[in-house]
């Protein structure tokens, strides 16, 4: 495929909004119920969204991308990952229990992070997600100690040019300024105004009161933040009994809905899960982070989404202790789920109800944009849609011959062989490289960052 220096000076040439790329040649994987995939097929970009799809196109003036021998997907959408502890990663990876995360990192190294460590593991975070083919990453920033680390967060999603959700949300534990939620009418006023900008905004909060106390707990007074504001809500540690009868609470209350997103949803009882489907809620799995860290019965509720007619959402969740990436989570998935299927059907003579390769990309792009409210803007290579698209070698030594292109990208692939990532129309990896960004210099501020942080006295 021709994606090498020359073609993108000849893109960069141009002003953004008089920007035409025509990628020509590749098998195209929509994700869009009516178009499918799309063998040998092309796909223009005009501006900062998708124009056509489809065979033989032609365009004036556009600068052409040969794609032969590619696959162009969506962007992946990450519906939950608290980016800030990013210069943190694998610190603890063989962590035994949800406590034990909670005690380190919430109850320790959080309470001296600084607005400028807030920036450096956000936008490390964000970087990461880009190479590995995420367009769109929801940061539940869950460490908003004053207002200044509030906006370091959203300033390193904006510095990056990932599509970004702000989640906002107050510290679990240790001293801060008490100026969330209040603090969410100013956020919203001074980074989030416009309708059309690659950053949105979502209000976040835990599900009970039992791990931080009832400040950070969702309810009738968070509900009504949000609904003033006119953003939806994403709730992390949605887990057993406790979390079942809050869901119940919520449904009575008449604050659970479509703007709600419900996350891990990891133990939750049949009563619960029918509630959440009657109001059409949304969920964002966390596929390794229930498996690895044990959460509830740690196994990820895809089946109990499906049975009520939630298509889920996935996500990465706590880079301390799991991998970064979204390959990591569909297979994950794909393989927890079909290992039980099987398992439960051995020696019955049923069939096992088994998820597929399919169902683990559209989760992981079309229905993470539903999730994150994104559901018009992304998730799909759908004229109208924004820009946001993949493109991944699929003659590489571990991909070829292409056979099955969900299956390439699903299980095959990985960042190396994403040779190109488009972000609103613009590249922000070309030719296997993440595009402006000095790697020394970043090297150089996560190091200091988590040194600061390991060594800071309340850490300790």
Known sequence: ???????????????????????????????????????????????????????????????????????????????????WEAQLRRIMPDVDDLGGYVMSTLAGYALVYRPEDMYVGTRLAALTAIDSGITTMLDFSHNSRTR??????????????????????????????????????????????????????????LATDEIAGPALAYGPELARVARDLG?????????????????????????LGPDVTLIHATGLTPEAWKAMGEAGATVALAPTSDAQIGLETAIPAVDEALSVGIRPGLSIDVEVALASDMFTQMRALHAIQRMLAV????????????ITTHD???????????????????????????????????????NMPLNDPIGTVVLGSDARNISAVLINGEPRKWNGHVLDVDLPGLRREVHASREYVLNAPAAA
């Open 148 to 205: 200044e680390h509030s906006d370091a967060a959203i300033e390193a999603l904006r510095d990056t040019g990932i599509r970004g959700v702000h989640a906002s949300m107050g510290p679990h534990f240790g001293d801060w300024d008490r100026q969330w939620p209040g603090d969410l009418a100013r956020i919203r006023d001074q980074y989030f105004s416009g309708d059309d900008q690659l950053l949105t905004l979502r209000l976040a909060a």
């Open 231 to 255: 953003i939806g809500v994403s709730v992390d540690a949605v887990f057993g009994t406790s979390s079942s009868e809050a869901v119940l609470r919520w449904a009575e209350d008449g604050i």
């Open 360 to 398: 683990v990309l559209d989760f992981a792009t079309l229905q993470g944009a539903r999730t994150n409210g994104l559901a018009a803007v992304t998730g799909s290579l759908t004229p109208g849609k924004k820009a946001d698209l993949l493109v991944i070698q699929a003659e590489d030594l571990n």
């Open 1 to 83: 495929m021709n994606v090498n220096a020359t073609v993108l000076e000849q893109l960069l040439r141009r002003p953004a909004s008089e920007r035409r790329i025509l990628f020509t040649g590749a098998t195209i994987v929509t994700m869009d119920p009516d178009l499918g995939v799309i063998d040998q097929g092309d796909l223009l970009v005009e501006g900062d969204a998708i124009a056509a799809v489809g065979p033989h196109l032609s365009a004036d003036d556009a600068v052409v991308v040969d794609a032969t021998g590619a696959v162009l997907s969506p962007g992946f959408v990450d519906t939950h990952r608290h980016a």
């Open 343 to 354: 398992n439960a059907a051995y020696g019955t003579g049923r069939e096992p109800r088994r």
